[in-house]
């Protein structure tokens, strides 16, 4: 599949930022009207948006290059280009994290109403720039045989996007996706039964499902940031499981 969506003259939209946006569009309507019936308000999270989206990009970014330094050493001005590639989702959560609770200090809003505001819409929106990853032929598994695919319900598209320079590979980008899709749809269910009376939970809940399976997932990549001989984003998966378990548990000791 061609890479462009759009091409006029010099300038082109590539089908990554095509989907990024209207993840980010879905994020933005949804939660705007959810944010009416918790109170949040839409102006908030409007708000709140206008200033996450740059600094989510600048928390990609900065992530991969930390963690990837040797390929900008020599040419800093590289940090710059980031159509050529390399962000890193991990970089802009923790990112978008931390300005948000920032910002809701500021505006005297409560961080964890606020951030179960987000969450499904963060993981809905992770399960569909996943797709960016596919179109770019980016962000997969190890070498397999055709046989591997034979053994899954896989359609074929897919099955012939995996096929790369005369080689299969395990779609890992399918894998997360459809994780953050059913993690999507949990976190919908728990917001029904619990109506945002234990503020948190949705947050701390995205935290357990998401980083057990991006942990998994990020086993079977072959583009991981590595410090040392252990990988980074399974390093955050961790540390997302524990403060999300950590989270539950005091919610759970709290309504006892």
Not at 67 to 88: P, T, V
Request: with cysteine.
């Amino acid at each position: 599949m061609n890479r462009e969506f759009l091409s006029i003259g010099p300038f082109t939209i590539y089908w990554y930022s095509v989907l990024i946006i209207v993840a980010v569009l879905i994020g933005i309507y949804a939660s705007s009207r959810v944010s009416e019936k918790n109170g949040v308000t839409k102006e908030f999270i409007m708000d709140l948006v206008f200033y996450l989206i740059p600094i989510s990009i600048v928390g990609a970014r900065t992530y991969y290059v930390i963690f990837n330094f040797s390929l900008f050493k020599d040419d800093f001005l590289s940090i710059f280009k980031i159509w050529e590639g390399g962000l890193a989702i991990y970089g802009a959560v923790i990112a978008a994290i931390i300005f948000t609770i920032f910002y809701c200090h500021k505006k005297k809003k409560n961080v964890l109403l606020v951030l179960d505001t987000l969450a499904p819409y963060l993981i809905l929106g992770q399960a569909i720039g996943r797709w960016g990853n596919f179109i770019n032929k980016e962000a997969h598994g190890a070498m397999v045989t055709l046989s591997y695919f034979e053994r899954l319900p896989i359609p074929k598209f897919i099955v012939d996007g995996m096929y790369i320079n005369g080689n299969y590979y395990i779609p890992t980008f399918l894998y997360e996706s459809i994780w953050c899709l059913i993690g999507f749809l949990i976190l919908l269910i728990i917001r029904k039964k619990d109506k945002f009376k234990h503020l948190g939970i949705l947050v701390y809940s995205y935290f357990i499902w998401y980083g057990i399976g991006r942990f998994i997932i990020e086993g079977m990549r072959t583009d991981s940031l590595y410090i040392g001989i252990f990988r980074v984003s399974q390093i955050v998966s961790i540390i997302l499981i524990i403060i999300g378990i950590i989270g539950i548990i005091y919610l759970v000791r709290r309504r006892r």
